[in-house]
């Protein structure tokens, strides 16, 4: 097979021949341009919003405290305050077009000390008897009394809900045996940092007509019978201080295009996709190579829409390439490596409403292979960009306003450290600034979590070297085919509904470790051809399959996306990493769905 770009067949029902990468993977491998924006002069520090949350922080630091109760030993405030332009159209039209700002408080308020206070426990307080506790939202004007005023009830309602909550907590504790003396909470050195305010030029009209002009892509095409493209446009600033001393400032700002459609095939079944283009900056953007991904991508659906779910599973060396092999390292290496420490739930009711998104799977790996001894893997929230193509995962201050650290996780195949915040473990005992604020039901927490991660590997093969290795696994398995894969499902904006359940979720089962695939392929040993195929996922997957790594390409894929938690969160991250081959895998048959057809076609 000796074609640089890697032209594979794709054989379907309609199509006898269709290259793989112009039809699937080139929508995954979009290079973004070098962002352009502008900065304000403005001394933010010295803002009314940060007046009101200094002098609020000094009060309640020195006056916060019910009779015969602990003071609080430590405050902390963070605003974020953005603007967001929101543009939303289907088939043509326009449905959407809005600016809006935004400010919101989020309050870490801690009794107790860093040995035990009331983090990092879940318990029924949320909500029921406290209004006004952890967060809210602030004035967007720079009016001294109603900013002040919103910090003094929320710090006061924070407050009584942490004194409740380490009652309830040291009670928990007092039924229960444990050896665990790994501290809540760690010192950090304050951090000072202030960057600029970022202005960003922007024509209204201008993106209304390149957003309704990308809806159209689908309208021709009748088994498309919903679609919609999104805009968004965020920009603005993280303030930070705490009682320890830190005072900064940090820029934020991402836009990114969001294209979903639905398909029904002749059978009933409902065919799904999803696929985001991101950046930091409207220049990011590429219009022209962001129509072409859509146009091939609508057109990979129709070729999906029209394929038979006639595989009953199967079991040998599966591919990964592109977006596929990049989410596959994030799901579990990722988020295996965030969040490690769990939250001690007081019953098991609430235990089981929780959210189970496969955070800190590798908690007790911890210097031990994970990976083969030709890959090391490191996160670095500094990185801007990579070879000149922009990474929408970095920040130079976390979410808890600590300075950010590149962190080297995996040395020649061997987890060494993990994505922190300042909630310690019994091994790490320090916070690396990776901390994300996570907004659990009952209460919220900050998690460490990934920001720009880097794969490299030292033993490379190209296209035609790794197709062959993938053959030769193939047919030692017995197999006449093999499996290439190079989109996996991601998780879709939630929509009303679907946030107004994750407030009740009767969750039974963990999450999968890895999401089903998107687009998936069997490559015929024999003639090299491919033909796309539908219906099956991943089984009986474990965080052991890393090590089942036999290859890695010598392509690297840059991949911009936003994690989005079961609770709402929206994580900015980026994955730099080759195409995957892993020695055995088994997939089975996905449950189909159907539905009745609409009784009159489409217009």
Known sequence: MKNENLKLEIRNPKQNKKNLLWAAMFVSLIMLATPAVCFSSELVEKSVLFQALQDEMKRSSAKLQLEDQAKPYYI????????????????????????????????????????????????????????????????????????????????????????????????????????????????????????????????????????????????????????????????????????????????????????????????????????????????????????????????????????????????????FIGQASCELLFQILGKGASGVRQPVVE?????????????????????????????????????????????????????????????????????????????????????????????????????????NMVVDSKEKLNEEEIIDRLKTLAKDYGNDYAIIITRLETKQPQNVMERYRRFYPARTNQTPLISAPENMYKLDIKTGSLQLIRGLEFSHTTPAILKDIVATGDKEYIYNSLYRSDYGDEYPFSIVAPSVLIEEMELVQKKIETAKPPIVSRP
């Open 347 to 451: 019953n098991e009711m609430l235990e089981r409403n929780l959210s189970k998104e496969n955070f800190g799977i590798l908690t007790t790996r911890l210097n031990k292979r994970i990976l083969p001894e030709f890959i090391s893997v490191f996160d670095d929230p500094g990185l801007r960009e990579y070879k000149g193509t922009p990474l929408i995962g970095g920040f130079s201050i976390d979410e808890q306003g600590v300075k950010s650290e590149r962190v080297e996780l995996v040395r020649d195949g061997k987890l060494i450290n993990f994505l922190m915040s300042r909630t310690p473990i019994n091994k790490i005992r320090e916070s690396n600034g990776h901390a994300r604020y996570y907004d659990e039901v009952y209460s919220p927490r900050y998690i460490g979590f990934v920001s």
């Open 76 to 319: 902390a405030y963070r605003v974020k305050e953005s603007t967001e332009i929101d543009i939303r159209a289907s088939f043509g039209g326009l449905l959407f077009s809005d600016k809006s700002k935004k400010r919101e408080l989020f309050v870490d308020l801690r009794v107790g000390d860093y040995q035990l206070d009331n983090s990092n426990f879940i318990c029924g307080t949320s909500g029921s008897r406290i209004i006004e506790a952890e967060r809210t939202d602030l004035a967007i004007e720079d009016e001294y009394f109603p900013l002040r005023q919103a910090i003094w009830l929320v710090t006061d309602g924070t407050y009584k809900k942490a004194l409740e909550k380490l009652a309830r907590k040291k009670a928990y504790y007092q039924n229960k045996q444990t050896g665990d003396t790994t501290p809540e909470f760690t010192k950090v050195i304050p951090c000072s940092l202030v960057e600029p305010v970022p202005i960003v030029k922007y024509n209204i009209n201008t993106l209304n007509e390149k957003v309704v002009r990308l809806s159209e892509i689908p309208k021709n095409n009748k088994s498309i019978f919903e679609s919609n493209v999104r805009l968004k446009l965020r920009y603005g600033n993280q303030y930070f201080l705490d009682s320890d001393g830190a005072r900064n400032v940090r820029q934020e700002k991402i836009v990114g295009i969001e294209v979903q459609a639905k398909a029904q095939a002749k059978t009933g079944e409902i065919v799904e996709d999803f696929i985001c283009f991101y950046g930091n900056a409207l220049h990011d953007l590429d219009f022209f190579n962001i129509e072409k991904s859509i146009n091939a991508w609508v057109e990979t659906l129709m070729i999906k829409v029209n394929v038979k779910n006639e595989e009953e599973g199967y079991s040998g060396p599966v591919l």
